[in-house]
């Protein structure tokens, strides 16, 4: 059986999202038969995309919507890896100040376009944070929420291992 590639993309600015990816990479890289790439949305090429097997996209919420730099890694691997990775699964990573709907539902919507298959609902972990300060400020995702990124993570690899996704 060959190895197979779970690449997580991301972006963070104040440490919540880059937690919740390091905490899913830590569950995936415990399934020895997946290596695991995590990259910043800003380092992620259309190569990086076609030569995954799974995906797990993860973003704070900016004003509503995806991260500008997770929009800009969108932008630039959409066309080129359009038509080319049908089926292959992912799930989606939000942290949020309060919501976090809006971001999942955009990913679902690329997602959808390249036909991906979404293999869990988004983990949306919500910060509370509401005013400049706090919006702005370091955060520190509580174990129980960073157990769950872990759990998805590894859930993800082992799919992909046992060719089930």
Known sequence: MSRKTLLIVYHSLTGGTRQMVEAARDGAV????????????????????????????????????????????????????????????????????SDGSNAARQIARIATGWRLREVAEPLIVCTHAQTPEAILAPKQIHQEDLQLCRSLGESLASGLTLGIF
């Open 30 to 97: 415990q399934e020895s038969g997946v290596d695991v790439r995590l990259l910043p949305a800003t380092d992620a090429q259309p190569e990086d995309v076609l030569g995954a097997d799974g995906y797990i996209f993860a973003t704070p919420e900016n004003l509503a919507a995806i991260s500008g730099l997770m929009k800009d890694f969108f932008d630039r691997c959409y066309y080129p890896a359009l038509e080319r990775i049908n089926g292959r699964p992912y799930l989606a990573l939000i942290c949020a100040g």
